[in-house]
């Protein structure tokens, strides 16, 4: 019943029904609740992306983590029917892809909840349904892991808004559906707007961000969006402050910006 939603949200999420075969690690998401279980779990981590600390695992997780959370808020806006994240259903997998390790998600027991047709009572479940994923599902591994790697939970909850804003806004662009596209932009102003900060385990709701909109690297007639905060790849190993991180100061900025179209415009044309 739910196949083509299924495969859909596995290959934008990479979040399953069963673990991956190229899995090298798995674990409990409801044994990382315990200390000991986060750090075997930051430990197994930290070589596999080349962490120079803590601190960058436990960002990278949480960015990695924010695909568990799209996925709910995709499914929301373009499926009549959500699946349920419980940490008693979640296993987390370490997966060594080249030069990184990137994270993926399998589910133990499906379960769906399907949308009200009613749109106030669709209103009302969609704020149930967020409001348990991020207290109940995502909140209690941030603490944990706010323990191991010694960011601030705002730290953690920080990497969420730029990928947020990242995805939806390219699923936006890439759907014909007026309809849809309302639907997701009313539902991702729902996220910000209606979910106390309490929820967060915060004084404020994490989504509730203004975004900064800087020149690009290439095109100056072109605007990206600032991060909201530092993914702490400077703290891997080779790693650096990207064009994006708001730690850049505006003259490095500008600086790769001059040094990057220099070598664009001294780069042979192709045919």
């Not at 706010?146 to 936006?172: D, I």
Request: neutral net charge.
């Amino acid at each position: 019943m739910y196949e083509e939603q299924l495969k859909d949200i596995a290959v934008k999420f990479d979040l399953h029904l069963r673990r991956p075969a190229e899995a090298l690690y798995s674990f409990h998401a409801a044994e990382l609740l315990d200390e000991a279980g986060m750090r075997s779990f930051a430990e197994s981590y930290k070589p596999l992306m080349k962490a120079l600390d803590a601190g960058a695992v436990g960002a990278y997780f949480a960015g990695w983590l924010a695909s568990v959370a799209l996925a709910v808020q995709y499914s929301l806006s373009f499926y009549p029917a959500v699946p349920v994240i419980a940490l008693s259903d979640l296993d987390i997998h370490l997966i060594p892809a080249g030069t990184y390790c990137r994270i993926a998600y399998s589910l133990r027991n499906l379960r769906m909840e399907a949308a009200p047709e009613d749109p106030e009572a669709r209103a009302c479940w969609r704020d149930r349904l967020l409001t348990e994923l991020y207290r109940d599902t995502i909140g209690p591994l941030f603490e944990t892991m706010t323990v191991v790697s010694g960011l601030p939970a705002g730290e953690l909850w920080g990497q969420f808004p730029s990928k947020f804003n990242y995805y939806l806004e390219m699923f936006a662009a890439g759907n014909d559906n007026t309809k849809q596209v309302k639907r997701l932009q009313a539902d991702y102003e729902a996220l910000k707007g209606k979910l106390p900060g309490e929820i967060f385990g915060l004084r404020r709701n994490p989504f509730q961000v203004q975004v900064r909109w800087i020149q690009s690297l290439a095109d100056p007639e072109q605007k990206v969006q600032m991060k909201t905060r530092c993914c702490l790849y400077y703290r891997t190993e080779g790693g650096s402050c990207c064009f994006t991180c708001p730690r850049l100061k505006e003259e490095e900025r500008e600086r790769q910006r001059t040094e990057y179209r220099q070598l664009a415009s001294a780069a042979p044309a192709t045919e």
